[in-house]
Each structure stands twice: as structure tokens, then as C-alpha cells.
């Protein structure tokens, strides 16, 4: 296909209107000319200090179940993977917000597998235990598909915000993904996230088996037209003893400037500097935070869960309550210029 515009001509049009097609897009992701991919970056730094200043906020991670029914083909909590399972009672996650928050915490992401043990009523009482010790403070859920009514509970409990990624916008990439998954379903579930009225948080892996350009530039455009308040992408990590387990890694460059644009087509958006990322890459980091990263999640899981919580092989690992190695990241992230916040930390509109 005949390249239409010049690169620097697309990233100016997405800086001021961040309107692009398909094909545009398709032509940024596969800029391999060093020259163009600093402009985009440039362009996406500008984007981000604009809005968000340099500011990087900090949520607390508590990964409180590896308990899982769904059936990912790339993650390491599929139900079908043979792994010591773990779960936190309703106690121990609102003390550990407890001991977060004593240690300055203003966000907590709670994250699981999709582990039903934690019916509506555990998780409402958990929210809202929450919420009563920690009450200027926002929680977020990470927990998979749930029914509208459910997700309304959570919500009336004191949730504030909701990750959910749709993981792949391309129906055929889903399925061939997610074997016995829902691919309306999901999306569905993410619009009636917005409707009731959370923060809500999409995303997709970078270099997944079968993915195309295309492929990404479809999320992109769903990223557009959904407008969520964060955003989480990170490169595919291959996991043992998973379907995707010999496959290659995503590319930390392609995924760099997959957030780049992502800042241009979503100014607003939260995106976290993904574990996926870091661990592939860690000198990444800084390039990252330039290209819009703006969120950090450090772990404030129990023992860290004794690293049971493995989506993928050689996860990296942010102890997020050590006061020596929050400040070295502190000072770090310092260092290149931004300033790691311990706040809410809500969406700038
Ligand atoms: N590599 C990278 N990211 C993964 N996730 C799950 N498994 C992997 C993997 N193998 C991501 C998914 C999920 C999020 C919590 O972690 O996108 O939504």
C-alpha cells in the first residue's frame, strides 16, 4: 500500500485533533526510522506534560487471589496451569490497605484472577471495609467479568475505579486467544463500566501470537472511541506451561510507541509504567514515563503473595513497603525529571 501522508505530518495531525485512520496508524507503528520515532515521542511527551505535568502517581498492587476459571491462552493463571493457588481473606486485604495507607498510600488496585469464592457479598464487604478505614482514599478493581448488578454493588460500596482490558478490539484475535471466551461480553462489560459511572481502565498486550499492526491499530481506535480514564499496555510475556509458552516476547520499541500514540489519541488517559514492561525492559523505564507513562504500581501483596502471582515468566516485582526501595525508585524517577506522587490521583478532564 502507498504511504499517503509523511509521518511528522500524521503525529501533527494527532497532536492537534488526535483523528487518524486506520491506515495512519498502521504507518506509525511500523516508523522504524529513528528520526520520526523520536518526533512521536516528543510529541506524546509535550502531550503528557501538558495535562499531567510530571507528575506520576503511585497505586498500591495487592494481588489478593491467583484463583482463576478463565482460560487465557497466554496467562499463567489459566485454570488448566497446574500452579499453587493462594487467597486472601476479606481481613487481610483491608488490613493490608490499612498498612498502605499508614505507609502514605492514596490508591489501592485490587487484582485477581476471576475467583468466584469472592462473591458479591465478600466483595462489597471488602470495599467498603475499606473505604471505612481509609476513607479519602480510592479502590480500584481488577477482577475479570461480572454482571451488571454486581458491578453496581461494587460500585455502591465505595469502588471508584475498574480495570478491564479488552485485551484484543479484533473478534478473530480474541477468540483465538480466549478459547470458550465471550468477546462481546467483554466489551459490553467495559461500556457498562462507564454507564454506571467508575473510572475505568482498558488495555491490550503489544505482541501477542497472531496480532497484526492492523490488529493494535483496532485497539487504538477503540481506545479512541471509548475514551477510558486508564489505560494498561504492556508487551505479551510467554508463560510456562501455557498454550503461548514458546512464543517470543512482544518488542519493548513497538510497545513504546504504542503508548506514545496512545497518549495523542487519549490525552487524559492514566497509563501505568506496565510490570510487563519493566520486566522485559527495565531501562525502559525512563523513555516510558517520556512517551506518557504516568502511573506506577508498586506491590503491597502479603510476602508478595510468595510470588504466586505469575502472569508471565520473570515478572519484576516493585515492594512497594520498603521505605528504602520506594525512595531509590523516588529518587530515580527524580532523576529523569518527574515526581512520584502519593495521591489519588484521579483523571485530569
Ligand atoms: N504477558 C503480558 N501480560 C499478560 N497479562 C496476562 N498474561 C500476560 C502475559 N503472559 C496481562 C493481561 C491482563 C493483565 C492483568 O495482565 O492483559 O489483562
Not at 497484526?212 to 508487551?235: R, S, V
Request: contains cysteine; aromatic residues 8%; hydrophobic residues 35%.
Amino acid at each position: 500500500m502507498a504511504i499517503k501522508y509523511s509521518v511528522p505530518a500524521i503525529i501533527e495531525k494527532l497532536f492537534r485533533t488526535s483523528e487518524a485512520s486506520k491506515e495512519e496508524l498502521i504507518t506509525l507503528l511500523g516508523v522504524l526510522i529513528k528520526e520520526d520515532e523520536a518526533f512521536l515521542l516528543e510529541k506524546a511527551f509535550e502531550k503528557r506534560n501538558e495535562i499531567y505535568g510530571n507528575s506520576v502517581y503511585v497505586r498500591g498492587l495487592i494481588e489478593f487471589s491467583n484463583y482463576c476459571t478463565a482460560t487465557c491462552n497466554y496467562c499463567g493463571l489459566r485454570s488448566d496451569n497446574t500452579i499453587e493457588r493462594y487467597r486472601l481473606s476479606e481481613d487481610q486485604i483491608i488490613t493490608q490497605c490499612k498498612i498502605g495507607y499508614d505507609f502514605g498510600y492514596r490508591t489501592f488496585v485490587l487484582q485477581s484472577g476471576e475467583d468466584p469464592w469472592y462473591t458479591k457479598d465478600r466483595l462489597v464487604a471488602i470495599v467498603a471495609g475499606i473505604k471505612k478505614c481509609c476513607t479519602d482514599a480510592a479502590v480500584t478493581l481488577s477482577i475479570g467479568e461480572r454482571t451488571e448488578e454486581e458491578y453496581q454493588a461494587f460500585f455502591d460500596a465505595g469502588a471508584d475505579r475498574f480495570l478491564l482490558r479488552q485485551e484484543a478490539y479484533n473478534k478473530k484475535l480474541y477468540d483465538n486467544m480466549h478459547p470458550g471466551m465471550d468477546h462481546e461480553n467483554r466489551i459490553s462489560c467495559l461500556r457498562t463500566l462507564k454507564k454506571i459511572g467508575y473510572q475505568t481502565g482498558a488495555g491490550f498486550m503489544v505482541g501477542i501470537k497472531n496480532q497484526t499492526l492492523e490488529n493494535i491499530a483496532e485497539d487504538l481506535i477503540f481506545m479512541k472511541e471509548l475514551q477510558p480514564d486508564m489505560i494498561g499496555i504492556g508487551p505479551f510475556m510467554p508463560s510456562q506451561n501455557t498454550p503461548y509458552e514458546k512464543e517470543s516476547p512482544g518488542d519493548a520499541e513497538l510497545t513504546l510507541r504504542v503508548l506514545a500514540i496512545t497518549r495523542l489519541l487519549v490525552p487524559h488517559a492514566l497509563m501505568p509504567m506496565t510490570t510487563a514492561l519493566v520486566s522485559l525492559c527495565p531501562e525502559i523505564r525512563e523513555r516510558a514515563l517520556k512517551a506518557g507513562s504516568n502511573v506506577i504500581m508498586p506491590n503491597l501483596t502479603p510476602d508478595n503473595g510468595g510470588y504466586k502471582y505469575k502472569l508471565y515468566d520473570n515478572k519484576s516485582v516493585t515492594e512497594g513497603l520498603d521505605q528504602e526501595k520506594m525512595a531509590a525508585l523516588s529518587k530515580k524517577i527524580k532523576e529523569v525529571g518527574f515526581d512520584l506522587q502519593m495521591v489519588r490521583g484521579d483523571v485530569i478532564k
